[in-house]
């Protein structure tokens, strides 16, 4: 099993930044690519970036040039730094491992997510 806990969500004004960690545990040996989803109200869960275990890196067009997602591998921890932030951007993110693409029937672990608010 693989455990994955998420920090770093909060309130932030549109233009401002945060970044979100996520810490992997357990089997970690089996989580890479690891990959950021989220969920704004009303909506369906959506691809945001993933990171394979080289460092090769995805991101969905919404976000590209605006976010990064970068890992630190000795700590087994993926990271999502989040500039320029819009209120579309409102969402509970969460974080997911051992899976590939975009699709999230593909990763079969996840976290417990953490909530992300844009105000404008």
């Known amino acids: 099993q693989v455990q994955l806990v998420e920090s770093g969500g909060g309130l932030v004004q549109a233009g401002g930044s945060l970044r979100l960690s996520c810490a992997a545990s357990?089997?970690?040996?089996?989580?890479?690519?690891m990959a950021w989803f989220r969920q704004a109200p009303g909506k369906e869960r959506e691809f945001v970036a993933a990171?394979?275990?080289?460092?090769?890196?995805n991101y969905a067009d919404s976000v590209k040039g605006r976010f990064t997602i970068s890992s630190d591998n000795t700590k087994n921890t993926v990271y999502l730094q989040m500039n320029t932030l819009k209120p579309d951007d409102t969402a509970v993110y969460y974080c997911?491992?051992?899976?590939?693409?975009?699709?999230?029937?593909?990763?079969?672990?996840w976290g417990q997510g953490t909530q992300v608010t844009v105000s404008s």
């Open positions: 997911t491992a051992g899976g590939y693409g975009r699709g999230e029937s593909e990763y079969p672990y």
């Open positions: 357990g089997r970690t040996f089996t989580t890479y690519p």
């Open positions: 990171i394979s275990w080289s460092g090769s890196t």
